[in-house]
C-alpha cells in the first residue's frame, strides 16, 4: 500500500487540486514522498453533495448494517496493520509498539460502537401511547427517539495517526449513528490518512452503502476546512486539537446563517492533587507513575498530567526532588512535526520567565523535533489569579503548585480552568475525607481518577472523555470516547398521532427490531 497524494471524493479521486504539499519525517528532518494536493473548491462541493443525497438512506438503514460495516473496517485496519504502521512511522516519529496498539485500540473502538448501533438502545427510543377518553382533554399518541442529523466533518488530528483521526472516535460514532462522514485529513501524516480513507472506501463499496458515506479531503492550509464548516449541507463538525483552532471552527460555525454544533476536544491541563497520606503510603511508586505518565507519546497526550498540586512538606519537597532527578536524567524523544516543537520550546521559555516561577528539572534536547522535559514550579498565591499558569503545554512540561495547607489546595482547586482529568491521591486513612475536594473537581472536569494517572484511556461504555471549557468547546455536555460519542451526531424528533405504518421501526407497536424502550414510563422490549 502506497498513497498517492489525491483527495478521496466517494468512489472517485480529485483531479482538480489546490496548493500542494509533502509529509515530513520529523526523525530523520526530511520530507516524504509523494506530494498531496489540497481539494479544490470543486472538490468540497462534490464531497458535501454526495453526503447530502446520501444522508437519507444512510440514515434509514438498521444499526446492523451499521454495525457490520464497522466491523468491515476494523478487520481491512487489522489486515493491513504492517503497512498503516510503517507509513504512521515514518510521518510521526511514533514508535512501532505504540502505533501498533493504537490499530488494534482504534479496530476495538470501530466494533464497540458497531455494536451500540446494532443494539439501538442509544437511541432512547420512547413512547406515550395515546388515551382518547382521559378527561378534561384527550391523550395523544407521542413516540420519539434520536435521528441522524445529517452529513459530518471531522478534523484529524495531529497525536494519534488512527485513534484520533480518519477511522477514529469523531468519524466512528458519526457512523455508527447513521452520519455520512467527510474527514479533513490531518497534514502531519497524510499518507496514512489516505491508506486508512481507502480500506474505509473499500468497506463502503463491499457493504453496499451509498457514494457519498466517506470522502477525505487535503489541504496544506485552512482553506479547504474553513469551506466545509460554512458549507449549508454540513450539520455538525468534529475537531481534536488547541484551543485555538476548536475556537476558531466554533466561532466559524456559530456565525453560519444556521448556526450547527462543533464538538472539539481543545486544552486540558489534568491536574494532579497528591495528598500527604500518599505520599508516606507509596512515594517511590509515584515517582514512577507520574514519571512515565507525563512522558508518554513525549507529552503529546490530551490527558498529559500538566499541573501538580502538593502542600508543602519535607515529604512532599522529597518527592518533588526524586521525580526531578528522574525527568532531568530523561532521554529525549521526537515530537509529531516541526511546529509543535517550536510552540513547545517557546511556551517553555515564556513559562520560565513567569513571576514566581522556577525551573525544576530540564533535560538536554538536541535534534531538530527533539524534546526533553522541561518542569516548573510555583507557589499557590502565583499561581491564583495568573491565568498563564493555566494555560497547556503541549509536551513533557508540567507544573508543581506549592500549598502550605489544606485550604490553600482547596483554593488552587477552585481556581482551576475545564479539564478532561483530574486525579487525587489520597492515603486509605484520608480518601473518604476528601468529600469537598472531589466536589470542586467533579465542577472541573469531565474523568476523575483516584490514586491512577490521567494517560492510557479505555474505550468502555462508561467512560466519559470531555470536560467544560477549554477542555471542550461544548462544556462537557458530550464525550468524544464511550458509545455516549453517538448522541453527538443526533437529534431528537417526536411523531405525533402517526399511524403505525408510517412510523420508524424503532417506534413500532411490534418493535420489529426489539430494541428497549420506555413505554408510558416503563422500560420494556416486547410489543406495546
Not at 480529485?14 to 481539494?39: C, I, M, V, W
Not at 510503517?86 to 502505533?99: N, Q, S, V
Not at 459530518?152 to 497525536?159: K, M, P
Not at 493555566?390 to 489546595?409: K, Y
Request: with cysteine; aromatic share 6%.
Amino acid at each position: 500500500m502506497k498513497p498517492d497524494g489525491g483527495s478521496l471524493i466517494g468512489f472517485g479521486s480529485s483531479g482538480l487540486g489546490g496548493a500542494t504539499f509533502k509529509a515530513f519525517d520529523p526523525a530523520r528532518n526530511a520530507h516524504l514522498e509523494p506530494s498531496f494536493q489540497s481539494a479544490a473548491p470543486e472538490d468540497v462541493e462534490r464531497a458535501v453533495q454526495l453526503a447530502r443525497e446520501a444522508a437519507p438512506a444512510w440514515a434509514k438503514l438498521p444499526g446492523t448494517t451499521r454495525s457490520s460495516f464497522l466491523s468491515a473496517i476494523a478487520a481491512k485496519l487489522e489486515a493491513k496493520s504492517a503497512d498503516l504502521v510503517a507509513r504512521a512511522m515514518l510521518e510521526t516519529g511514533l514508535p512501532e509498539a505504540r502505533l501498533k496498539g493504537e490499530i488494534v485500540r482504534t479496530a476495538g473502538q470501530l466494533r464497540l460502537y458497531g455494536e451500540a448501533a446494532a443494539r439501538g438502545d442509544w437511541l432512547d427510543a420512547r413512547i406515550e401511547t395515546a388515551r382518547p377518553d382521559r378527561q378534561p382533554l384527550p391523550k395523544p399518541d407521542h413516540r420519539s427517539m434520536l435521528r441522524a442529523i445529517g452529513p459530518v466533518v471531522v478534523f484529524g488530528s495531529s497525536n494519534f495517526p488512527f485513534a484520533y483521526s480518519v477511522a477514529g472516535g469523531d468519524v466512528a460514532s458519526a457512523f455508527a449513528a447513521g452520519c455520512p462522514v467527510i474527514v479533513k485529513a490531518h497534514p502531519a501524516h497524510p499518507g496514512t490518512g489516505e491508506l486508512v480513507g481507502r480500506l474505509i472506501l473499500h468497506a463502503v463499496r463491499e457493504c453496499g452503502l451509498p457514494e457519498g458515506t466517506f470522502s477525505l479531503l487535503f489541504d496544506a492550509g485552512f482553506e479547504v476546512g474553513q469551506a466545509l464548516v460554512r458549507h449549508p449541507a454540513v450539520k455538525a463538525v468534529g475537531f481534536t486539537g488547541s484551543v485555538r483552532g476548536g475556537r476558531a471552527l466554533a466561532d466559524l460555525a456559530a456565525a453560519r446563517p444556521e448556526p450547527i454544533p462543533v464538538y472539539a476536544e481543545m486544552g486540558s491541563v489534568n491536574p494532579v492533587l497528591i495528598l500527604p497520606g500518599a505520599l508516606a503510603e507509596r512515594a517511590a511508586g509515584m515517582v514512577e507513575g507520574l514519571y512515565a505518565s507525563a512522558l508518554v507519546g513525549v507529552g503529546q497526550f490530551c490527558t498529559n498530567p500538566g499541573l501538580i498540586v502538593l502542600q508543602r512538606s519535607p515529604a512532599a519537597e522529597q518527592f518533588v526532588k526524586d521525580l526531578a532527578a528522574r525527568l532531568a536524567a530523561a532521554p529525549e524523544g521526537v515530537m509529531l512535526t516541526p511546529g509543535i516543537r517550536h510552540n513547545f520550546v517557546s511556551h517553555t521559555a515564556a513559562r520560565a520567565h513567569q513571576p514566581g516561577v522556577r525551573v525544576i528539572a530540564k533535560a538536554k534536547a538536541t535534534s531538530s523535533c527533539g524534546a526533553a522535559p522541561v518542569w516548573f514550579e510555583t507557589g499557590a498565591k502565583e499561581f491564583i489569579g495568573n491565568h498563564a499558569l493555566s494555560e497547556e503545554i503541549f509536551g513533557p512540561s508540567s507544573l508543581v503548585i506549592w500549598c502550605d495547607d489544606r485550604a490553600e489546595m482547596l483554593a488552587v482547586a477552585r481556581e482551576l480552568e475545564g479539564s478532561l482529568t483530574a486525579t487525587v491521591h489520597a492515603g486509605a486513612a484520608e480518601a473518604k475525607e476528601q468529600g469537598p475536594l472531589v466536589d470542586i473537581l467533579a465542577e472541573r472536569a469531565g474523568r476523575l481518577i483516584l490514586n491512577g494517572y490521567p494517560t492510557g484511556l479505555e474505550v468502555s461504555h462508561a467512560i466519559v472523555h470531555g470536560g467544560p471549557y477549554p477542555s471542550t468547546s461544548d462544556g462537557g455536555r458530550s464525550t468524544a470516547v464511550g458509545t455516549r460519542a453517538l448522541n453527538r451526531w443526533a437529534r431528537l424528533i417526536c411523531y405525533q398521532s402517526f399511524a403505525g405504518d408510517m412510523l420508524p421501526p424503532e417506534l413500532q407497536d411490534a418493535n420489529p427490531l426489539k430494541l428497549k424502550r420506555l413505554v408510558n414510563g416503563e422500560w420494556r422490549t416486547d410489543p406495546v
